[in-house]
């Protein structure tokens, strides 16, 4: 858990050695040893880690207070091309191995859907806003398993043959309500 608490950038290394640290006073004597080592593998994070974590904090804080951010973003589409706008985070979630915020954008004027790792910046700002009362994420989120969002029409049945660890993997995992 803590190396995965790090990988994802959400809380900083020393306030998960802190945290740790905490943990060891209430350990019997011959758990210590355990406890040592894992927090000498918590390591220093690196910058990739640190920004992740930098943005996660504004984007909390924004979401907390309900004040607006700008941020610098990276399409993954369009090459890569950069673009200013401010969001209105309704929602900070994880989502495979990294984080996405759901938010209201200025520059497309509707709700979208945000990976962390491609905001280049975040700054908090004092312009504040609301969640609209309707505004409801499951719904915003539809049944695209997490990949596609906003289809419409009926379900269809899809049968997928698989064999081997994938077959594994996926029996196992579900991606949206309407599997």
Avoid: N
């Avoid at 043959?161 to 993997?169: C, D, F, K």
């Amino acid at each position: 858990a803590l190396r995965l608490a790090l990988s994802t950038g959400a809380v900083d290394p020393p306030v998960l050695g802190a945290a740790l640290a905490r943990t060891e006073a209430a350990l019997p004597e011959s758990f210590l040893p355990l406890a040592r080592s894992l927090t000498h593998a918590l390591g220093a994070a690196g910058p990739e880690s640190k920004h992740r974590a930098a943005i996660l904090g504004t984007l909390h804080t924004a979401l907390v207070a309900r004040r607006c951010v700008r941020i610098e973003y990276e399409t993954a589409s369009r090459g890569g091309q950069r673009s200013e706008r401010v969001i209105r985070p309704y929602a900070v979630e994880p989502e495979g191995q990294g984080w996405m915020v759901t938010a209201a954008d200025s520059l497309r004027g509707e709700v979208r859907d945000f990976r962390i790792d491609r905001m280049l910046s975040a700054e908090l700002l004092e312009e504040r806003y609301e969640i609209p009362p309707d505004f409801d994420l499951e719904e915003y989120r539809g049944s695209g398993w997490g990949v596609l969002r906003g289809m419409t029409g009926p379900p269809q049945h899809v049968v997928l043959r698989l064999t081997g660890a994938e077959a594994r993997r996926l029996r196992d995992q579900r991606y949206d309500k309407s599997q």
